[in-house]
């Protein structure tokens, strides 16, 4: 049985971008190590400027900052696909109904209005929504957003190499992704009782690249049940593994619960990038993750399939993602 994890292990990623090959695989060998072991890992190294994240942190500040009459003018409830505002205690409702304790704003990839998939119903498709206050929301949130594409195929490209597979294996399925980021805000001060954040959870997409800033809360469930911090680390992003990418390797890479619980008194602010593949992307075992004795576990589906089903659910009270 595999010992527990006790720690969020860190990777030097900038061996792998600079392209020797010996360095490359022994990169590629340590996030095998990390996905296979613990599902989550920080990278190091992997060449997004300091300056970028700081504007768009303070720009996100600036616009959780606004009153909530302004927030709502761009909710994602009154858009026609999925971006925009979304208001506390949203998301899953639980039986009590309550939902998640968070605001967050969500980004995808822009398309135009008139894209053939946005009209014939792919909300995941078509343009963001943008607020006109503050002013340098959109331009800092949209750099990043692009930032974290590129570093995204980058990560593809790793995993396609950890998992001894060519490395621009994934990239194909790359050129319009079905990628949304939230923009997270946790108010600080919460009771004890409704503390702020995000209940257990695993991603449905193929996996995330976060940040957090310092006040900290993200915590991970390991194989014995007990939950291990990881606390923000400066110059790093955390990655962990999402259901997609844990379908096509037929759970060799885990997709690990996780959660936030916040008790702060500050504000706490994490920008997540979902990292997707094309919405009609095939989702079939990896020939290399099944053989004799280790069938594929799960069927046959798409990116789209999948991110659908499983939004219908977590959105379920969203008139626009019911049956």
Not at 99 to 109: D, I, Q
Request: some cysteine; overall charge negative; aromatic content about 12%.
């Amino acid at each position: 049985m595999q010992t527990p994890f006790t720690q969020v292990p860190i990777v030097d990623i900038a061996p792998f971008r600079e392209g020797d090959v010996e360095a490359k695989r022994k990169v590629a060998q340590d996030v095998a190590r990390a996905c296979e072991e613990v599902g989550f890992l920080y990278i190091a190294g992997h060449g997004i400027a300091a300056e970028l994240i700081a504007e768009a942190a303070a720009a996100a500040r600036g616009f959780y900052n606004l009153p909530e009459d302004e927030k709502r003018k761009v909710e994602m409830d009154r858009q026609p696909n999925h971006r925009g505002y979304v208001l506390t205690k949203h998301g899953q409702r639980d039986a009590s109904g309550e939902g998640e304790r968070y605001e967050s704003f969500k980004v995808g990839f822009a398309t135009s209005a008139d894209d053939p998939e946005f009209l014939a119903g792919v909300r995941f498709y078509g343009p963001n929504a943008w607020p006109e206050e503050p002013a340098e929301f959109r331009p800092a949130v949209d750099r990043y957003y692009n930032e974290m594409l590129g570093l995204s195929r980058t990560i593809f490209q790793l995993f396609a190499s950890a998992l001894e597979l060519e490395e621009n294996y994934f990239l194909p399925w790359t050129h319009k992704p079905a990628s949304i980021m939230n923009v997270n805000h946790y108010r600080g001060g919460s009771s004890d009782d409704a503390p702020s954040g995000i209940r257990e959870h695993s991603d449905y997409e193929c996996f995330a690249i976060l940040w957090q800033d310092s006040n900290g809360g993200l915590e991970v469930k390991n194989q014995a049940g007990d939950w291990v911090p990881a606390p923000p680390i400066d110059g790093t992003f955390v990655i962990n593994i999402g259901d997609i990418m844990a379908r096509w390797t037929n759970d060799r890479f885990a997709c690990t619960p996780h959660r936030v619980i916040y008790q702060g008194d500050n504000n706490r602010l994490s920008i997540a990038y979902f990292a997707n593949c094309d919405y009609s992307t095939p989702v079939e075992c990896l020939p290399v993750c099944h053989g004799p004795g280790n069938p594929a576990k799960y069927p046959p589906t798409t990116v789209g399939e999948h991110l659908l089903a499983q939004v219908r659910q977590s959105y379920a009270h969203v008139e626009a993602y019911k049956d």
